[in-house]
């Protein structure tokens, strides 16, 4: 990375706030980090944890000396965040987020925004199903794609900036519309962990198979939807109030898709049922293939008998 940040200050200690913390000093990104969090408790962990610099409960005092300021909150609360830090923003500061959504939540941050304060939203596509300042590591973004989205007439030297700081952390930066970001991952992350929401909830509620059951015969697949449907409550159901239109536009697709699939069973097309899953797997080899998985069996789980080791 070209310039080391002054101070960085990362709003919201949880996994992704987290991580950017830790990257932040193992990188060698910012001379200073600073955490904010409105929870004693979590601000506890990130000073035994030794993560940040400082770590404070007052908005106002976090963010006056910074540079770059991160928001890593759920989606639903970056607006009422940004409003209430932008008086003490210094000039020139970056914001930037780390939110799932761009179109609803750029416009809900923008607007507290003071014209000396350029706005840069990034969203790195890299998480896991945990939450909180324990679960977080640096290497969470190496070669994860971070996607800017940012706001057409934004200062360049801004966008720079907040670009050579994600590639700091090890990821590789891409730049789109709010628009197309949302519908990029309404189809890639919100509809998949609908899925997963959904299936999960529906074996939950079964009478003709019991719990105990959908449990210990859990490895014939559904167990790797378990997954996915440990992830965080709140941060979950901010990204489907606030990417409304995109997920409900790509579910209608997926219906669609589904209801010809639940033909294709009745009427005992094996053919359409080959042809699709011949054309999904080449999906999942090209993820392998541009390094966004690994392709051990078993999604690299370690085997039960090496674990006793
Ligand atoms: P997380 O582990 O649950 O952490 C969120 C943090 O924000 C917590 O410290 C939480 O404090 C704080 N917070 C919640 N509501 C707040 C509010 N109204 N005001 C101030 N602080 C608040 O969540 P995360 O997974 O790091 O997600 C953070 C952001 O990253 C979200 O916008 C999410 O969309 C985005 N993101 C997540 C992933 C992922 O896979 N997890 C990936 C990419 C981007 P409390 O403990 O008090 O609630």
Not at 61 to 75: K, N, S
Not at 293 to 302: I, L
């Amino acid at each position: 990375m070209g310039t080391v940040l002054h101070t960085v200050a990362i709003v919201g200690l949880g996994l992704i706030g987290s991580s950017i913390a830790r990257g932040a000093r193992t990188y060698g990104l910012a001379d200073r980090v600073v955490a904010v969090d409105r929870d004693e408790a979590v601000l506890d962990r990130v000073r035994a944890l030794g993560i940040a610099d400082l770590a404070t409960s007052s908005l106002a005092d976090g963010v006056t000396e910074a540079d770059l300021v991160i928001l890593c909150v759920p989606v639903g609360a970056i607006g009422a965040v940004a409003a209430e830090l932008a008086p003490h923003l210094k000039p020139g500061a970056i914001l930037s987020d780390v939110g799932s959504v761009k179109g609803s939540v750029v416009a809900a941050a923008a607007s507290h925004l003071k014209p000396e304060n350029p706005f840069v939203p990034a969203h790195p596509v890299a998480g896991t199903e945990y939450s909180g300042p324990d679960s977080g590591f640096a290497t969470l973004f190496q070669n994860r794609w971070c996607i800017i989205t940012p706001p057409e007439g934004v200062d360049d030297g801004a966008v720079a900036t907040v670009t050579a700081f994600w590639e700091g952390l090890g990821a590789i930066v891409e730049t789109m519309t709010p628009e197309h970001h949302d519908l990029v991952l309404a189809i890639t992350s919100h509809v998949p962990h609908l899925i997963a929401y959904n299936i999960v909830g529906t074996a939950a509620d079964l009478e003709t198979v019991t719990q105990s059951e959908v449990i210990k015969f859990s490895a014939g697949g559904f167990r790797d939807f378990t997954r996915i449907a440990a992830s965080d409550p709140t941060m979950w159901r901010d990204v489907f109030l606030t990417n409304k239109e995109a997920v409900l536009e790509m579910l209608g697709r997926f219906n669609e898709d589904l209801s010809a699939l639940t033909k294709a069973i009745r009427w005992g097309d094996g053919d359409a049922l080959f042809e699709l899953f011949t054309r999904t797997r080449a999906i999942r080899k090209g993820i392998v293939a541009m390094g966004q998985e690994t392709a051990e069996p078993d999604f690299g789980r370690a085997r039960l008998d090496a674990k006793s080791d």
